[in-house]
């Protein structure tokens, strides 16, 4: 019934959808049809996906969303391949975020979209590669940042302001505006504490019996239990209300768990025994690379463009370039060109 480039009494799939949306839809959801757009518009005939659906799409089919299968996401340049990296916590993120949009009648399609581009400007090694990077940049270095550079310039994806936003207020400390941006912010905090909580468990870094007693009497200990106890919390607190949110008691014990986690997890000197090495390697090849540039860009220019870089890269290929640059080796096993290096002489 649907013919391209022909008239049709029927209506488009996509305005079907975006009726639907009208008529399932919490009244507090974000609708497509009422989207502030993008920054170039779309002049196309025929049309089977809503906005929101082309966005989370824009974003799957990107390489800075292929690249994070080899960035670490806790446990350093990971070939255990039980642990999480950057892309399964993606992942996971986005499966408990469509499930908690889905419970409260949210836009699902925008909760996916946002949830698959939350961490597309992580470093390699994690937020050791965070930490150093933020220390090197005259102005500072925060992924979310870094996110909505790499959709808005980097891969100029053309995203809806919506999936933008919710992009940039995904890290604790902004405000996301709409309630999908909100139910996001929850799922990835959800998401890498209790995946962080399996991972180093089977590290060996910590035992069940070693996590917070009281937290494990309200959450129980059990993965899925506490999992499934910390997301129909925020189901049941946010139902009929603009508001996503969880009850004072969850976030009290969340909180918890996250600072416990942090104390004997993130910064346990097993976990960050190589963070030593990673730091050298990021700050290596950040000086190196700004070194390189100074013949072919303004000095202002030159801090930016090697971010852009650096922070692209997965931890193997932060690693092979650290070794090509620093380590000597057989000529046969160097790397054959270097794209940045390439792209500077183009502009001679």
Not at 31 to 46: I, P, T, V
Not at 158 to 164: D, F, P, Q, S, Y
Not at 203 to 227: H, V, W
Not at 279 to 297: P, T, V
């Amino acid at each position: 019934m649907y013919n391209l480039g022909m008239e049709t009494k029927f209506n488009t799939i996509k305005e079907e959808l975006e009726q639907k949306e009208l008529e399932i839809l919490s009244p507090y959801a974000t609708k497509c049809l009422y989207s502030k757009g993008r920054k170039r518009k779309r002049n196309e005939e025929f049309e089977i996906r809503t906005e929101f659906q082309r966005d989370r799409d824009k974003i799957l089919h990107s390489k800075s969303f292929r690249r994070l299968k080899h960035k670490t996401q806790v446990f350093l340049s990971p070939y255990n391949d039980h642990f999480r990296t950057r892309l399964t916590h993606t992942l996971e993120v986005s499966q408990i975020a469509r499930t908690m949009a889905r419970a409260l009648k949210l836009n699902e399609d925008l909760v996916e979209a946002i949830s698959l581009g939350h961490d597309l400007g992580h470093t390699p090694f994690g937020h050791c590669g965070e930490g150093i990077l933020d220390e090197l940049l005259p102005n500072g270095f925060h992924h979310n940042l870094q996110s909505v550079r790499v959709v808005e310039v980097l891969e100029d994806m053309n995203l809806c302001c919506e999936t933008i936003e919710g992009i940039l207020t995904h890290t604790w400390g902004y405000k996301p505006k709409t309630p999908e941006g909100q139910v996001v912010q929850y799922a990835d905090k959800i998401a890498y504490i209790n995946h962080d909580i399996e991972d180093s468990i089977r590290a060996g870094i910590i035992s069940e019996k070693d996590l917070p007693q009281d937290c494990m009497n309200y959450f129980t200990s059990n993965q899925s239990t506490r999992l499934g106890k910390m997301i129909s919390d925020v189901i049941q607190n946010s139902k009929d209300n603009p508001k996503v949110s969880m009850s004072e008691e969850g976030w009290f014990y969340v909180t918890k768990l996250r600072t416990w986690m942090f104390d004997n997890v993130y910064l346990d000197p097993i976990a960050k025994a190589e963070e030593k090495k990673s730091r050298n390697i990021i700050k290596s090849l950040y000086e190196y690379y700004s070194e390189m540039l100074e013949n072919y860009y303004p000095k202002e220019d030159i801090p930016q463009i090697v971010t852009d870089y650096i922070s692209g890269m997965t931890d193997q290929y932060a690693i092979r370039r650290y070794k090509d640059l620093f380590i000597p080796m057989p000529l046969a096993d160097r790397t054959s060109d270097d794209a940045l290096l390439k792209k500077a002489r183009e502009r001679e």
